[in-house]
């Protein structure tokens, strides 16, 4: 987790190997930045992950899960079309 803290100060530790990071504010691509942070902790710790972005967590978590079984690693829902598809797609 001490990795993550390098890319904002508003980090929730949500398991021992889940977080939620607060990107709001961090420019104007937070996908590619969400893709310098799956870059970062693979080179650094060793350890794939994947990242979901959304507005909140719930669907964070979804877009996380779709991000692992669509093998792309970083997957983003900014809005209601992108988050209506997601739940259909985990119903």
Same mark, same amino acid.
């Given at each position: 987790? $001490?990795?993550?803290?390098?890319?904002? !100060?508003? *980090?929730?530790?949500?398991? +021992? =190997?889940?977080?939620?990071? =607060?990107?709001?504010? +961090?420019?104007? =691509? !937070? *996908?590619?930045?969400?893709?310098?942070?799956? $870059?970062?902790?693979?080179?650094? %710790?060793? +350890?794939? #992950?994947? +990242?979901?972005?959304?507005?909140?967590? %719930?669907?964070?978590? #979804?877009?996380?899960?779709?991000?692992?079984?669509?093998?792309?690693?970083?997957?983003?829902?900014? =809005?209601?079309?992108?988050? $209506?598809?997601?739940?259909?797609?985990?119903?």
């Amino acid at each position: 987790m $001490t990795v993550l803290g390098q890319f904002t !100060p508003r *980090l929730e530790v949500y398991s +021992i =190997d889940e977080a939620f990071l =607060d990107l709001s504010g +961090i420019g104007p =691509d !937070p *996908l590619a930045y969400a893709r310098q942070i799956r $870059t970062t902790v693979q080179a650094w %710790t060793g +350890i794939p #992950v994947s +990242i979901g972005l959304a507005p909140t967590k %719930t669907l964070a978590k #979804v877009a996380n899960k779709l991000a692992k079984q669509q093998g792309c690693g970083v997957l983003a829902l900014p =809005d209601e079309p992108a988050q $209506t598809a997601a739940l259909a797609e985990l119903a």
